[in-house]
């Protein structure tokens, strides 16, 4: 049952200066919280889509379309917080995050691009378009997750 | 400095039964850790625009204009974990919750809305629209942590 429409169009501008202006106020320990809270949306919204794809749950292309579009506004959402003032507090980021920051950069770029295209897919309503694109968003967060998380 | 543009174009459909689906597959637990990850993002994004409504922070149109479209998704993240299934597991959400579950969803639209105008006005550039917008969201945060979360 479609209870509710609702139209979001955006055209955004993202500045590399605008976020280190309001960091400066963050302490560390909360960037790492908001991080964290980011993976654990990303993991919400990325579940059944791979549920619905692999069949366990009954495709539903607006769910798709919904769950897609949150996942593109949550792959941008954790970068800022991995700020070099972070990397004493406790977490599973590898040092290498501040060290390799321009393959850590690439990484971030990657998932972004992969979760735009899964959400273009998904709000065409094009099923095969999400299979293939969601494939690049779990490549993109296993290939970023294998080189800058620690294991559990 | 601008360093990238996105466009993200969306027309979504919620459907009550979307979410059901997928939520029978979830443990309790993990459905309050996704609405406390939502409360901490939602704080990241509403904070820095109230720092520039207060002159704390220089107002940036592009960057409120992130921070609300991603206010505007992260509006919509949490609802579903609100399931009676998670009415034992330990959290601020009072019991009110699953009792006056009219009340409640009352105020859940009205967060949505309030979030949609700040958003629709960030994006037209409109700072008079955003402090006018920004006062609806923030008394429809507080009149729902009023009646439904305790207090610290």
Redesign the interface.
Known sequence: ???????????????????T??LA?VKPEVLV??R???M??QG?YL??IG?MLKGS??Y?A??V??NA??L???S??AWDGFDPSTSSVKSRAKPEIYKDTAKFKAAADTL?AEA?KL?AAA?AKNEAGVRAAFGGVAKACGSCHDAFQEKL
């Open positions: 049952m479609i209870n509710k429409l609702l139209a979001v169009s955006v055209v955004l501008a993202l500045g590399g200066g605008i976020a202006e309001a106020q919280k908001q964290q809270a980011k654990i949306l919400k579940g059944p549920g749950i009954p539903n607006d769910a379309a919904l579009t949150f593109e506004n949550l941008r959402m972004e735009a959400g709000r």
